[in-house]
């Protein structure tokens, strides 16, 4: 396994400080086409990605070089090395490999590599000498820099070219001397890491030791050893602080689980390349960032296991990928896979390739399956699922492409509309729909994030889609009557809510809902008709006790009304509207004390306007003056109404406070100014104040707004009467008898004094 390791570390890196033969190039040119291992491509991208270049190097392995070579051929970037003698200087130094491939990339970011042809041609001289002495110096100062990017000490850094390169005269030599060349690796190193020289953070390093953690775990390797330092506390105060030895630099980690990591380590933490092996024999061989997964890495789970399957097949899974039997090579984020990456997977005795995107495991993005039996998906991903535009490629050859991945779609709309966004939950079932026209229920749930939205035209169309689709589905007919009832179309919500009871006819919501259209149109009888049929299904049923409650005041049936909604204070539910509508019916049988208790009691419950108001009106009709006033100035406290300013200005009226009758009566007109009852009322206590004028201005409105009232006529024959103007006093009267002539309010008394 050791060899591996090797292996790994030599093809992140490469290097050349000697000349290599004509010759030995000339045939490794004869062997383009012979592409390099993974592992070498995959070392040239670790270094480019410190510079955020893109890789345009080949690399070309060639046994026919000394070491390493940068060359351009037919105007193409290559990297020659000879793979023996980089594992020979990886044995040597961790980074010796990863200088070499660092320095000779420098050549070709720098403009150093010539053209094959002028470089078999060039003659050297002193000039020729001297320029390529200078452009080592340059490809040495990349490759510090490069190793310090990638968290190399500088002792590291320099290891290589410390055990193999004199000092001696370099005059008439292609490289330059040790020196020269250490002095130009230190400035590029101290360019990468800030200028920071951390060569003493591995002086231990190559002294092997053996750490026992209190979790059972052991290092063994290379360390940094316990260090002491002094703190001041800022009052004058020392105390020396210990840090314990580390593990830091190469070494191997035993697990207390059984596992076991080979690889550098940097402050007790995993850093870099490393190697980790796990009891149920599966294995991780990559990159490290503070101990998880980073980078580059492979994963190989080993045979036996039965994992997870899914791959867009999820009601097949002999045709998902299978956590078992499977290697992962690709990018790591946090110890997951994120980013590019190929695993391959075998699930009874059949291969599953995913080439493309993955998300801490998931395959989220663009991304290729090729499945044992021969079919190809090229597309989009989504949770695992295929969603978007992609291709099928089936066995025979044939392609089906177009857009796919109904299911997740739904699935998102789903947890969307859970949530409260609509708007978002719209434009999901929308993309479901788009891809499968067929789908009923995501029309019949988007028909129903439109109605949440109040847009229920859309609803409407939505559910009657769904219908289409699928006629028997008796909650889309009642969705849809739902949404007719918003529009005021009860005929329409009517007919649907009738359709869904003939599919369903147990199901109280559908018979109530139909009740509740019925008792819009007036017809009191045939909403009783639904709602005790709503109660024989659902006995508890509040919400029909007390529909049919009102249903039965409407129609003057206070008694029955009553027993309704009494069975709702009996079931113990506490329900103001309970009282409240009770009290109206105990008002209507003119048990005015019994609705006060009961308005009372709804008060208590749920303080508001209405309940009030009424209580007030009660007061009002045992004349209780003071106590209606006081609970209509409750209810304008809570909110201020036409209704409340009304009645409290006819309570004040009765009490004979004209003047605060009339101010009630102004505010009440100005909420809502087309009530020709409140201008009579007004017109009332402006005659009791004997401002005959202000009070015929007022009848005169209200005759205006309801000129078939014979009471403002009355009212305003009196009114001219007052003014002295008999004439249009008669005329009044008279228009009054013509409108009602049989009601015993219309005033005789006016028409003998101004018509006889």
Not at 181 to 202: F, H, P, V
Not at 575 to 586: E, I, M, P, T
Not at 598 to 627: C, M, Q, V
Request: glycine letters at 8%; a neutral charge.
């Amino acid at each position: 396994m050791k060899k591996v390791i090797i292996l790994l570390l030599l093809l992140v890196s490469s290097n050349s400080y000697t000349q290599n033969s004509k010759s030995g190039i000339d045939i490794c040119i004869a062997l383009k086409g012979f592409n390099s291992s993974s592992e070498a491509n995959d070392a040239l991208d670790r270094i480019l990605s410190t510079i955020g270049v893109s890789k345009n190097f080949v690399m070309q392995e060639c046994s026919n070089v000394s070491n390493a070579s940068a060359l351009q051929v037919e105007g193409v970037r290559y990297i020659f090395y000879n793979q023996q003698w980089m594992r020979n200087v990886n044995n040597k130094t961790s980074y010796g490999g990863l200088f070499t491939l660092a320095h000779e990339v420098g050549h070709h970011i720098n403009g150093h590599a010539l053209d094959w042809v002028l470089y078999a041609t060039e003659s050297v001289n002193s000039k020729t000498l001297s320029e390529r002495r200078a452009q080592e110096l340059e490809a040495d100062e990349f490759a510090g820099f490069v190793l310090a990017k990638l968290g190399a000490s500088l002792n590291e850094t320099t290891a290589v070219i410390r055990g193999s390169v004199d000092n001696s005269d370099d005059t008439y030599s292609t490289h330059p001397s040790l020196n020269k060349r250490l002095a130009s690796i230190k400035k590029g190193y101290l360019n990468g890491s800030g200028g920071t020289d951390t060569s003493n953070d591995y002086t231990a390093t190559t002294t092997n030791d053996i750490i026992f953690y209190d979790d059972g775990s052991r290092w063994e390797g290379a360390i940094k050893p316990r260090e002491s330092s002094r703190v001041f506390d800022g009052q004058g105060n020392v105390s020396i602080v210990t840090t314990p030895k580390r593990a830091h630099g190469y070494g191997i980690m035993y697990e207390k689980d059984g596992s076991v990591f080979k690889g550098v380590y940097y402050n007790n933490s995993a850093n870099g390349y490393g190697e980790k092996y796990y009891t149920d024999g599966s294995t991780y061989k990559g990159q490290y960032v503070d101990g998880s997964y980073a980078g580059k890495g492979i994963i190989v789970e080993p045979k036996g296991s039965v994992g997870i399957c899914y791959g867009g097949y999820t009601d097949d899974e002999d045709r998902g990928i299978c956590w078992s039997d499977f290697t992962f090579e690709g990018f790591f984020k946090d110890g997951y896979p994120s980013g590019k990456g190929v695993l391959i997977s075998t699930y009874k005795g059949k291969k599953t390739i995913y080439e493309g995107q993955w998300d801490k495991w998931i395959l989220n993005g663009f991304g290729k399956i090729t499945f044992a039996d021969g079919e190809i998906w090229e597309g989009n991903l989504f949770e695992r699922s295929l969603e978007g535009y992609g291709t099928k490629t089936l066995p025979n050859g044939k392609k089906i492409s177009g857009m796919w991945g109904t299911e997740s779609f739904y699935k998102k709309a789903e947890a969307q509309y859970s949530n409260g966004n609509y708007i978002a939950a719209i434009t999901n079932y929308s993309k479901a729909i788009d891809m499968d026209p067929n789908n009923y229920m995501a029309f019949s749930n988007r028909g129903l994030a439109k109605y949440n939205l109040k847009d229920y035209a859309g609803a409407i169309a939505d559910f009657t889609k769904a219908i289409d689709i699928e006629p028997n589905t008796s909650f889309n007919y009642n969705n849809r009557g739902s949404a007719k009832e918003n529009l005021k179309d009860y005929a329409g919500a009517i007919k649907d809510y009738t359709k869904a009871i003939d599919i369903e006819p147990t199901k109280r919501a559908y018979v109530k809902n139909r009740g509740d259209s019925k008792f819009a149109l007036s017809d009191y009888l045939g909403a009783i008709n639904d709602y005790n049929k709503a109660i024989e299904i659902e006995p508890g049923h509040i919400d029909s006790y007390n529909q049919r409650g009102r249903a039965k005041l409407l129609l003057d049936d206070y008694t029955e009304a009553i027993k309704d909604f009494t069975k709702i204070i009996d079931l113990g539910l506490n329900k103001s509207y309970a009282f409240s509508n009770r009290a109206l019916a105990k008002e209507s049988l003119k048990d005015y004390a019994g609705a006060i208790s009961d308005y009372t009691k709804a008060i208590e419950i749920e303080p508001n306007t209405n309940s009030y108001n009424n209580r007030g009106s009660a007061k009002n009709k045992l004349e209780d003056y003071a106590g209606a006033i006081a609970d209509y100035t409750k209810a304008l406290a809570i909110k201020q109404t036409n209704l409340s300013y009304i009645n409290r200005g006819e309570a004040k009226y009765n009490l004979k406070d004209y003047a605060g009758a009339i101010a009630d009566y102004d505010r009440g007109i100005e909420i809502y100014p087309n009530d020709a009852y409140d201008y009579r009322q007004r017109a009332k206590s402006y005659y009791e104040l004997q401002n005959y004028q202000a009070a015929k201005v007022n009848s005169t409105k209200a005759i205006e707004l309801d000129p078939n009232n014979a009471f403002g006529y009355n009212l305003r024959a009196w009114h001219n009467y007052k003014l002295g103007d008999s004439s249009n006093a008669c005329r009044d009267i008279k228009k009054a008898i013509e409108l009602s002539p049989d009601d015993y309010n219309i005033d005789d008394e006016i028409y003998k004094l101004v018509c006889n």
